[in-house]
Protein backbone atom coordinates (compact mmCIF):
# COMPACT_ATOMS: atom_id res chain seq x y z
CA UNK A 1 0.00 0.00 0.00
CA UNK A 2 1.09 3.38 -0.84
CA UNK A 3 1.95 5.87 1.74
CA UNK A 4 0.21 9.28 1.54
CA UNK A 5 1.97 12.17 2.91
CA UNK A 6 -0.47 14.96 4.37
CA UNK A 7 1.50 17.12 6.06
CA UNK A 8 2.58 20.03 4.05
CA UNK A 9 2.40 22.60 6.15
CA UNK A 10 5.53 20.95 8.15
CA UNK A 11 7.60 20.15 4.79
CA UNK A 12 6.95 20.07 1.19
CA UNK A 13 9.44 18.14 -0.80
CA UNK A 14 11.45 19.96 -3.26
CA UNK A 15 10.38 20.42 -6.64
CA UNK A 16 11.91 19.23 -9.43
CA UNK A 17 12.38 22.16 -11.31
CA UNK A 18 14.40 22.96 -8.32
CA UNK A 19 16.68 20.07 -7.83
CA UNK A 20 17.52 20.46 -11.12
CA UNK A 21 18.06 23.83 -10.91
CA UNK A 22 20.36 23.04 -8.29
CA UNK A 23 22.50 20.07 -9.68
CA UNK A 24 25.23 21.12 -11.38
CA UNK A 25 25.92 23.95 -8.67
CA UNK A 26 26.61 21.16 -6.26
CA UNK A 27 29.77 20.41 -8.05
CA UNK A 28 30.65 23.25 -9.42
CA UNK A 29 34.04 24.90 -7.51
CA UNK A 30 34.32 28.25 -5.85
CA UNK A 31 33.19 30.75 -3.22
CA UNK A 32 30.88 33.39 -3.80
CA UNK A 33 33.18 35.61 -1.53
CA UNK A 34 36.62 34.70 -3.40
CA UNK A 35 36.48 37.49 -5.57
CA UNK A 36 39.94 37.15 -6.89
CA UNK A 37 38.89 34.35 -9.62
CA UNK A 38 36.53 33.63 -12.26
CA UNK A 39 35.22 30.47 -9.87
CA UNK A 40 34.23 33.03 -6.99
CA UNK A 41 32.74 35.56 -9.86
CA UNK A 42 30.54 32.80 -11.13
CA UNK A 43 29.41 32.34 -7.43
CA UNK A 44 28.63 35.20 -7.14
CA UNK A 45 26.70 35.68 -10.24
CA UNK A 46 24.21 32.93 -9.24
CA UNK A 47 23.58 35.12 -6.01
CA UNK A 48 22.82 38.17 -7.91
CA UNK A 49 20.48 36.82 -10.02
CA UNK A 50 18.82 35.21 -7.44
CA UNK A 51 18.67 37.85 -4.93
CA UNK A 52 16.98 40.14 -8.18
CA UNK A 53 14.72 37.03 -8.82
CA UNK A 54 12.98 37.11 -5.20
CA UNK A 55 13.19 41.19 -5.06
CA UNK A 56 11.09 41.46 -7.89
CA UNK A 57 9.05 38.32 -6.54
CA UNK A 58 8.87 40.02 -2.91
CA UNK A 59 8.69 43.80 -4.07
CA UNK A 60 11.58 44.87 -2.13
CA UNK A 61 15.01 45.90 -3.30
CA UNK A 62 18.14 43.26 -3.17
CA UNK A 63 19.92 45.26 -0.63
CA UNK A 64 16.91 44.91 1.71
CA UNK A 65 17.10 40.91 1.28
CA UNK A 66 19.19 39.25 3.81
CA UNK A 67 19.71 35.33 3.69
CA UNK A 68 19.77 32.94 6.69
CA UNK A 69 19.47 29.50 7.87
CA UNK A 70 15.57 29.01 7.48
CA UNK A 71 12.38 31.35 9.30
CA UNK A 72 13.33 30.64 12.51
CA UNK A 73 16.58 32.48 12.38
CA UNK A 74 15.03 34.88 10.58
CA UNK A 75 12.09 35.74 13.23
CA UNK A 76 14.89 35.68 15.85
CA UNK A 77 17.46 38.24 13.75
CA UNK A 78 14.59 40.23 13.46
CA UNK A 79 13.55 40.34 17.11
CA UNK A 80 16.66 40.91 18.59
CA UNK A 81 18.07 42.99 16.16
CA UNK A 82 15.01 44.79 15.47
CA UNK A 83 13.50 45.77 18.68
CA UNK A 84 16.38 47.89 20.27
CA UNK A 85 16.13 50.01 17.18
CA UNK A 86 12.21 50.32 17.64
CA UNK A 87 13.15 51.21 21.38
CA UNK A 88 15.65 53.87 19.92
CA UNK A 89 13.43 55.35 17.94
CA UNK A 90 10.69 55.90 20.42
CA UNK A 91 12.08 55.70 23.85
CA UNK A 92 9.06 56.48 25.96
CA UNK A 93 7.50 52.88 24.07
CA UNK A 94 7.35 50.06 26.25
CA UNK A 95 5.27 47.28 25.21
CA UNK A 96 5.36 44.85 22.65
CA UNK A 97 2.05 43.08 20.82
CA UNK A 98 2.36 39.84 19.70
CA UNK A 99 -0.58 37.02 19.99
CA UNK A 100 -0.76 32.69 20.10
CA UNK A 101 -1.18 32.42 16.62
CA UNK A 102 2.37 32.75 16.63
CA UNK A 103 5.41 30.52 15.61
CA UNK A 104 7.72 29.41 18.87
CA UNK A 105 10.17 30.81 16.69
CA UNK A 106 9.02 34.10 17.30
CA UNK A 107 7.54 34.12 20.94
CA UNK A 108 10.03 32.51 22.59
CA UNK A 109 12.46 35.65 21.51
CA UNK A 110 9.36 38.09 22.31
CA UNK A 111 9.81 36.59 25.65
CA UNK A 112 13.41 36.97 25.87
CA UNK A 113 13.84 40.71 24.55
CA UNK A 114 10.90 41.59 26.85
CA UNK A 115 12.29 40.47 30.01
CA UNK A 116 16.08 41.78 28.21
CA UNK A 117 14.62 45.61 27.99
CA UNK A 118 11.98 45.22 30.48
CA UNK A 119 8.88 45.53 28.07
CA UNK A 120 5.63 45.14 28.45
CA UNK A 121 4.70 41.61 26.37
CA UNK A 122 0.95 41.78 25.57
CA UNK A 123 -1.50 39.05 23.74
CA UNK A 124 -4.16 40.50 21.30
CA UNK A 125 -7.25 38.18 21.10
CA UNK A 126 -7.85 35.90 18.47
CA UNK A 127 -11.49 35.61 17.05
CA UNK A 128 -13.74 32.53 16.98
CA UNK A 129 -12.48 31.90 13.29
CA UNK A 130 -9.02 31.98 14.12
CA UNK A 131 -7.63 35.52 13.20
CA UNK A 132 -6.13 38.71 15.70
CA UNK A 133 -9.32 40.16 16.99
CA UNK A 134 -8.34 43.84 15.18
CA UNK A 135 -10.83 45.45 17.68
CA UNK A 136 -8.42 44.21 20.73
CA UNK A 137 -5.96 45.15 19.17
CA UNK A 138 -7.12 48.77 18.25
CA UNK A 139 -7.45 48.98 22.20
CA UNK A 140 -4.59 47.70 23.17
CA UNK A 141 -2.17 50.29 20.21
CA UNK A 142 -4.42 53.20 22.21
CA UNK A 143 -4.27 52.59 25.83
CA UNK A 144 -0.54 51.34 25.63
CA UNK A 145 2.63 53.33 24.31
CA UNK A 146 3.75 50.14 21.71
CA UNK A 147 7.04 49.95 20.35
CA UNK A 148 7.03 46.75 18.36
CA UNK A 149 3.98 43.85 16.93
CA UNK A 150 4.72 40.56 15.82
CA UNK A 151 2.37 38.76 13.70
CA UNK A 152 1.99 35.58 11.12
CA UNK A 153 0.41 36.03 7.65
CA UNK A 154 -0.66 32.55 7.53
CA UNK A 155 -1.04 30.38 10.71
CA UNK A 156 0.99 27.30 10.46
CA UNK A 157 -1.24 24.98 12.53
CA UNK A 158 -4.85 26.34 11.69
CA UNK A 159 -3.81 28.01 8.50
CA UNK A 160 -5.84 31.04 8.76
CA UNK A 161 -4.92 33.96 6.76
CA UNK A 162 -4.41 37.29 8.82
CA UNK A 163 -5.91 40.68 8.12
CA UNK A 164 -2.16 41.43 7.09
CA UNK A 165 -2.83 44.80 5.49
CA UNK A 166 -5.47 46.22 8.26
CA UNK A 167 -2.84 45.26 10.93
CA UNK A 168 0.15 47.58 9.06
CA UNK A 169 -2.44 49.81 8.40
CA UNK A 170 -2.96 50.02 12.28
CA UNK A 171 1.11 50.17 13.12
CA UNK A 172 1.91 53.01 10.84
CA UNK A 173 -1.24 54.67 12.33
CA UNK A 174 0.23 54.51 15.81
CA UNK A 175 4.16 54.49 14.98
CA UNK A 176 4.34 50.70 15.75
CA UNK A 177 7.43 48.36 13.91
CA UNK A 178 5.50 45.54 12.16
CA UNK A 179 7.44 42.15 11.99
CA UNK A 180 5.13 39.60 9.67
CA UNK A 181 6.11 36.14 9.72
CA UNK A 182 5.05 35.49 6.04
CA UNK A 183 6.87 31.44 5.95
CA UNK A 184 3.39 30.12 5.53
CA UNK A 185 2.20 32.77 3.47
CA UNK A 186 3.40 31.08 0.26
CA UNK A 187 -0.02 31.40 -1.48
CA UNK A 188 -0.72 34.94 -0.66
CA UNK A 189 1.00 37.95 -2.80
CA UNK A 190 4.03 39.15 -0.73
CA UNK A 191 4.75 42.57 -1.18
CA UNK A 192 7.10 44.22 1.59
CA UNK A 193 6.90 47.71 0.02
CA UNK A 194 3.09 47.56 -0.91
CA UNK A 195 2.69 46.08 2.83
CA UNK A 196 4.82 48.84 4.33
CA UNK A 197 6.58 46.18 6.57
CA UNK A 198 9.35 46.42 8.66
CA UNK A 199 10.41 42.75 8.77
CA UNK A 200 9.34 39.74 7.37
CA UNK A 201 10.47 36.40 7.37
CA UNK A 202 10.72 33.85 4.43
CA UNK A 203 11.46 29.67 4.47
CA UNK A 204 12.03 28.31 1.07
CA UNK A 205 11.24 24.70 2.24
CA UNK A 206 7.79 25.80 3.11
CA UNK A 207 7.81 26.35 -0.91
CA UNK A 208 8.80 23.61 -2.34
CA UNK A 209 12.33 24.43 -2.08
CA UNK A 210 15.30 23.33 0.24
CA UNK A 211 15.33 23.10 3.60
CA UNK A 212 18.35 25.30 5.69
CA UNK A 213 17.63 28.60 3.39
CA UNK A 214 15.40 31.29 4.94
CA UNK A 215 15.53 35.15 4.01
CA UNK A 216 15.21 38.14 6.56
CA UNK A 217 13.78 41.17 4.78
CA UNK A 218 14.14 44.46 6.40
CA UNK A 219 13.99 48.42 5.46
CA UNK A 220 16.61 48.40 8.83
CA UNK A 221 19.27 46.28 7.67
CA UNK A 222 21.25 49.71 7.15
CA UNK A 223 20.48 51.36 10.21
CA UNK A 224 23.52 51.55 12.54
CA UNK A 225 22.08 49.77 15.20
CA UNK A 226 20.91 46.52 13.57
CA UNK A 227 23.34 44.15 14.94
CA UNK A 228 24.23 40.51 13.51
CA UNK A 229 23.35 37.49 15.68
CA UNK A 230 26.44 35.71 13.66
CA UNK A 231 29.81 37.78 13.10
CA UNK A 232 33.51 37.20 11.97
CA UNK A 233 33.58 36.35 8.49
CA UNK A 234 31.85 40.03 7.32
CA UNK A 235 29.91 38.52 4.54
CA UNK A 236 26.71 39.85 3.56
CA UNK A 237 27.88 43.50 4.20
CA UNK A 238 28.69 42.38 8.14
CA UNK A 239 25.13 41.33 8.57
CA UNK A 240 25.70 37.84 8.78
CA UNK A 241 28.60 36.04 8.68
CA UNK A 242 29.44 32.51 6.83
CA UNK A 243 29.97 31.35 3.41
CA UNK A 244 26.79 31.32 0.93
CA UNK A 245 25.43 28.06 0.52
CA UNK A 246 24.63 28.77 -3.35
CA UNK A 247 22.89 25.86 -4.08
CA UNK A 248 20.10 26.35 -1.58
CA UNK A 249 19.86 29.82 -2.95
CA UNK A 250 19.79 28.60 -6.03
CA UNK A 251 16.95 26.60 -5.05
CA UNK A 252 14.89 28.86 -3.13
CA UNK A 253 15.22 31.54 -5.92
CA UNK A 254 13.80 29.00 -8.41
CA UNK A 255 11.32 27.64 -6.00
CA UNK A 256 10.20 31.07 -5.36
CA UNK A 257 9.41 31.60 -9.36
CA UNK A 258 7.65 28.75 -9.85
CA UNK A 259 4.77 29.19 -7.09
CA UNK A 260 4.80 33.08 -8.49
CA UNK A 261 3.68 31.27 -12.03
CA UNK A 262 1.28 28.91 -10.69
CA UNK A 263 0.03 29.93 -7.00
CA UNK A 264 -3.52 30.78 -8.48
CA UNK A 265 -4.24 27.78 -10.36
CA UNK A 266 -2.51 26.04 -7.67
CA UNK A 267 -4.28 27.23 -5.07
CA UNK A 268 -7.71 26.26 -6.77
CA UNK A 269 -6.54 22.88 -6.84
CA UNK A 270 -5.25 22.09 -3.27
CA UNK A 271 -8.56 24.04 -2.35
CA UNK A 272 -10.34 21.22 -4.48
CA UNK A 273 -8.22 18.67 -2.51
CA UNK A 274 -8.91 19.89 0.95
CA UNK A 275 -12.29 20.21 0.31
CA UNK A 276 -12.81 16.86 -1.52
CA UNK A 277 -11.02 15.56 1.84
CA UNK A 278 -13.22 17.37 4.09
CA UNK A 279 -16.61 16.09 2.45
CA UNK A 280 -15.74 12.09 2.40
CA UNK A 281 -14.71 11.82 5.92
CA UNK A 282 -18.47 14.22 6.65
CA UNK A 283 -20.19 11.29 4.92
CA UNK A 284 -19.08 8.71 7.81
CA UNK A 285 -17.92 10.85 10.72
CA UNK A 286 -18.48 14.30 12.66
CA UNK A 287 -15.72 16.72 11.51
CA UNK A 288 -15.14 20.23 12.77
CA UNK A 289 -13.00 22.37 11.47
CA UNK A 290 -11.14 25.01 13.19
CA UNK A 291 -10.33 28.50 11.57
CA UNK A 292 -12.12 30.33 8.52
CA UNK A 293 -13.00 27.77 6.08
CA UNK A 294 -12.36 29.74 2.95
CA UNK A 295 -9.61 32.65 4.09
CA UNK A 296 -7.09 30.08 5.09
CA UNK A 297 -3.90 28.25 3.45
CA UNK A 298 -5.79 26.41 0.66
CA UNK A 299 -4.74 22.97 1.83
CA UNK A 300 -4.29 23.69 5.07
CA UNK A 301 -7.37 21.35 7.56
CA UNK A 302 -6.80 21.75 10.96
CA UNK A 303 -9.92 19.63 12.33
CA UNK A 304 -11.49 17.45 14.86
CA UNK A 305 -13.46 14.01 14.98
CA UNK A 306 -15.97 13.39 17.38
CA UNK A 307 -15.08 11.23 19.92
CA UNK A 308 -11.67 10.17 18.24
CA UNK A 309 -8.19 10.53 19.93
CA UNK A 310 -6.09 12.59 17.33
CA UNK A 311 -2.54 10.87 18.77
CA UNK A 312 -4.79 7.32 18.76
CA UNK A 313 -5.67 8.17 15.08
CA UNK A 314 -2.77 9.11 14.04
CA UNK A 315 -0.84 6.15 15.25
CA UNK A 316 -3.17 3.55 13.95
CA UNK A 317 -2.71 4.71 10.73
CA UNK A 318 0.93 4.31 10.84
CA UNK A 319 2.82 4.28 8.61
CA UNK A 320 0.61 4.48 5.76
CA UNK A 321 -0.67 8.16 6.19
CA UNK A 322 1.25 10.98 7.82
CA UNK A 323 0.00 14.03 8.90
CA UNK A 324 0.32 16.22 12.72
CA UNK A 325 -1.19 17.40 16.06
CA UNK A 326 0.57 21.01 14.73
CA UNK A 327 3.32 22.67 14.55
CA UNK A 328 6.30 20.04 13.65
CA UNK A 329 8.04 21.68 17.03
CA UNK A 330 5.23 20.32 19.00
CA UNK A 331 6.07 16.70 18.14
CA UNK A 332 3.48 14.64 19.54
CA UNK A 333 3.46 16.92 22.82
CA UNK A 334 -0.28 16.76 24.34
CA UNK A 335 -0.47 19.96 25.59
CA UNK A 336 -3.22 22.00 25.75
CA UNK A 337 -2.42 24.62 22.65
CA UNK A 338 -2.68 28.31 23.70
CA UNK A 339 -4.63 29.24 20.33
CA UNK A 340 -6.90 26.29 20.59
CA UNK A 341 -7.70 28.46 24.55
CA UNK A 342 -7.62 31.79 22.72
CA UNK A 343 -10.04 30.81 20.03
CA UNK A 344 -12.47 29.11 22.77
CA UNK A 345 -11.58 25.69 22.02
CA UNK A 346 -11.98 23.32 25.25
CA UNK A 347 -9.13 20.48 26.33
CA UNK A 348 -11.63 18.04 25.24
CA UNK A 349 -12.35 18.66 21.81
CA UNK A 350 -8.70 19.93 21.33
CA UNK A 351 -7.20 16.52 22.30
CA UNK A 352 -9.18 15.39 19.09
CA UNK A 353 -7.79 17.93 16.79
CA UNK A 354 -4.86 17.81 14.22
CA UNK A 355 -3.44 18.83 11.30
CA UNK A 356 -3.98 17.72 7.64
CA UNK A 357 -2.31 19.63 4.69
CA UNK A 358 -2.49 18.35 0.86
CA UNK A 359 0.36 19.67 -1.20
CA UNK A 360 1.78 19.92 -5.21
CA UNK A 361 2.24 16.36 -5.01
CA UNK A 362 -0.95 15.12 -3.79
CA UNK A 363 -3.37 13.56 -5.90
CA UNK A 364 -7.05 12.52 -6.30
CA UNK A 365 -6.22 8.90 -5.35
CA UNK A 366 -4.39 9.59 -2.53
CA UNK A 367 -7.45 11.74 -1.09
CA UNK A 368 -9.92 8.83 -1.89
CA UNK A 369 -7.23 6.36 0.07
CA UNK A 370 -6.94 9.02 3.20
CA UNK A 371 -10.50 9.24 2.77
CA UNK A 372 -10.76 5.48 3.29
CA UNK A 373 -8.30 4.54 5.60
CA UNK A 374 -8.80 7.88 8.04
CA UNK A 375 -12.84 6.45 8.20
CA UNK A 376 -12.48 3.04 8.88
CA UNK A 377 -9.65 4.10 11.64
CA UNK A 378 -11.54 6.59 13.05
CA UNK A 379 -15.33 4.35 13.22
CA UNK A 380 -13.41 1.68 14.75
CA UNK A 381 -11.78 3.55 17.66
CA UNK A 382 -15.42 5.12 18.18
CA UNK A 383 -16.57 1.75 18.36
CA UNK A 384 -13.78 0.25 20.97
Not at 18 to 30: F, R, T
Not at 232 to 248: C, E, F, M, S, Y
Request: charged share 20%; glycine share 8%; with cysteine.
Amino acid sequence: MKNIYLDYNSHTPCDILVINAMYDVWSQPGNPHSDGHSFGWSKQTLVSNSLATLADIYDCFEEELLFTSGATEANNLAIYSGIPIAKKMDLQADTILTSHLEHKSVLKPLEIAASTYGLKLLYMDITSEGTIDLKDMHNKLEQNNVLWISCSMTNGVIGTNQPIYQIAELCQRYNAILHVDASQAGYLDIACHDLDVDFLTLSAHKIYGPSGIGLLYSKHLQHPDFAPMISGGGQQDGLRAGTLPVPLIVGFAEAARVLDDSKESEAMTLKQLSDALLNGLRKSLTVKVFGDLDNRHPGNLYLAIEGVDSIQLLNNLQPHIAFSLGSACDGLNREYLPIMKAMGISKEIAECAFRICVGRMTTSEDINMAIELISDKARRIQSS
